[in-house]
Nanobody, 120 residues
Framework: QVRLVESGGGFVQAGGSLRVSCGPAVRTFVMGWFRQAPGKEREFVASIIWSTDTTNYASSVEGRFTITRDSAKNTVDLQMDSLKPEDTAVYYC????????????????WGQGTQVTVSS
C-alpha cells in the first residue's frame, strides 16, 4: 500500500509564491497534483512522468506552476508562483500507473491534502 504525504502549503497574498511537496514518490509511476476548492469538483493541476520527466499542466496554471521531481529526496514538488485567489483549494498528491492526464479516476493512490489559501 502506498501512502502519499503532502507538506507545505499555507497562506499567501495574491501574487505570492508557495511550494508544496509530496513523498515518498512512486518512482515507477506518474505523480500528479490535483486541487479541490469548496463546493467544486476535484480538478487536475499538473503531472510528471518519473522516468522521462515529461510534464503536463492544466491550462489555468501553465506558466505559473512548475512540477518537478527530486530523486535525492524522493519527492515531487509543485512550485506555485503568481498565485491568484482562485488558486485557493486543498491540494492533493496522487500517483498513477495508467495516465499522466487529468482523469482523477485513473490515479491509484492519494495523499490527505494540504490547504493553500490565497488572499486578494
Amino acid at each position: 500500500q502506498v501512502r502519499l504525504v503532502e507538506s507545505g502549503g499555507g497562506f499567501v497574498q495574491a501574487g505570492g509564491s508557495l511550494r508544496v511537496s509530496c513523498g515518498p514518490a512512486v518512482r515507477t509511476f506518474v505523480m500528479g497534483w490535483f486541487r479541490q476548492a469548496p463546493g467544486k469538483e476535484r480538478e487536475f493541476v499538473a503531472s510528471i512522468i518519473w522516468s522521462t520527466d515529461t510534464t503536463n499542466y492544466a491550462s489555468s496554471v501553465e506558466g505559473r506552476f512548475t512540477i518537478t521531481r527530486d530523486s535525492a529526496k524522493n519527492t515531487v514538488d509543485l512550485q506555485m508562483d503568481s498565485l491568484k485567489p482562485e488558486d485557493t483549494a486543498v491540494y492533493y498528491c496522487a500517483s498513477s500507473s495508467r495516465t499522466n492526464g487529468r482523469d482523477a479516476s485513473l490515479y491509484d493512490y492519494w495523499g490527505q491534502g494540504t490547504q493553500v489559501t490565497v488572499s486578494s
